[in-house]
Each structure stands twice: as C-alpha cells, then as structure tokens.
C-alpha cells in the first residue's frame, strides 16, 4: 500500500513580497542604527583621551607632592627639555603614579607622551606649539603659563574632528573653534589643514 503525504497548508515558506518587506524593515533600522553606533565609537575614543589626560594631570600632582618638584625621577633632577622629562609619563608609571604610559585612543598613535619642556615669560605670545597657554580664555595670545617649565600631554596626528571633540571634553566649545587653530584655554592645536595636527595639552606650570 502506497502512502502520499501532502504538503499541511501551515508549512509554506515566505512570499517575495513579505521577504522584500523584512529586508526593507532591516534596511530601515540599519540606517538607523549604524550612525549611532559609529557615534558611540567616536565618543568612546576622545573620552579615553580625556581621561589619560585626567590621569596624568592626578599623577604629576602627586608626584609635586612626594618630591616637592617637577624635575624629579624618583628624587634624581632632570633637566626640563633632556632625557626623562621629554617621556615623563614613563617616569610617573616607573615612581608607581600611573599605572601605564599616556596612551590614547586618537591620533596616529606614533607620538603620544607627557613632556616637562622650559616655559616662556608672559609677554611671549601663544602659539601651537611654543609652550604659552591662553589659560583664561580671553583671546588675547599672551602666555598665562610663565615661569621655569610647563608641563603638557601631546598627542600626535589628531584629525580636525577628534582635536575639536577633546577640546570640548576638556575646556568646553566656548574655548574651541569651529574650525582651523585653536589656541584657547588647556587644548591648543594648529590648523590641521593637511588633514591631522599635534594636540598640546596643558598640565601644570611652576
């Protein structure tokens, strides 16, 4: 005896129609979503940049409190602008301030350090990369930051976005352009006209 099962009514796949709307529906959430999530990304990398920054700026104070200076390794002087001092993150994780060398998330990632550099009197005007800081924001390019060394946190290839994102982590977008140099408050940076520009971030000054 023969026996021919049919096909149950309830067993059928899915139409054209219902297939193009379930990839229509995903089409739809996927715009929507991927956006946010590159967003999210984006805002993950600049808050690490800010909370190295945060984390260097904790350490060199404690160090200050320990050896009642900032030209210290482990209470051997250096010199501001030689040897230890240019990569003196390494020295706060070797004295057991921090517990690894300024390293962030932005950038190219070829130049990232925390460097204790001679200062410029109060007359030297602000520039990207000469160690005066317009701390107070007014505009006017005079050095808020004098004395005998600054101490800053560099960052190296920072695209024009990721440069205007940290500034306004760290001094807010009232210290910050919209676009070209900013040389506003703690974060300054030249115009990043090819594309990338080194980030100075002010630390403490003596």
């Known amino acids: 005896m023969k026996i021919q099962l049919r096909p149950s009514k309830h067993t059928r796949g899915f139409t054209l129609i219902e297939m193009i709307g379930v990839l229509a529906v995903i089409a739809i959430l996927a715009a929507l979503l991927v956006p946010k999530i590159f967003e999210a990304i984006n805002n993950a990398r600049v808050n690490n940049a800010a909370v190295s920054y945060n984390t260097a700026k904790t350490a060199l104070a404690d160090h200050y ?12 002087p250096i010199v501001a602008g030689v040897g230890e001092s240019t990569n003196f993150d390494k020295v706060l994780v070797a004295e057991a301030f921090m517990d690894k060398p300024f390293i962030v998330k932005i950038g190219d990632g070829t130049g990232n350090r925390v460097e204790i550099i001679p200062a410029v009197t109060a007359a030297t005007a602000v520039t990207a990369a000469n160690a005066g800081f317009d701390l107070d924001g007014s505009g006017v390019a005079v050095n808020d930051a004098p004395g005998s060394v600054v101490v800053w946190a560099v960052i190296d290839g920072v695209t024009a976005g990721d ?11 009232t210290l910050g352009v919209t676009t070209g140099a900013d040389l506003k408050g703690r974060v300054k940076y030249a115009d990043p006209a090819g594309g990338t520009t080194t980030v100075y971030m002010y630390i403490s000054h003596r």
Do not use: V
Not at 65 to 76: D, Y
Not at 163 to 173: Q, T
């Open 65 to 76: 409190a320990k050896f009642g200076t900032m030209l210290s390794s482990n209470g051997t």
């Open 163 to 173: 440069a205007k994102d940290l500034n306004d982590r760290i001094d807010g977008p």
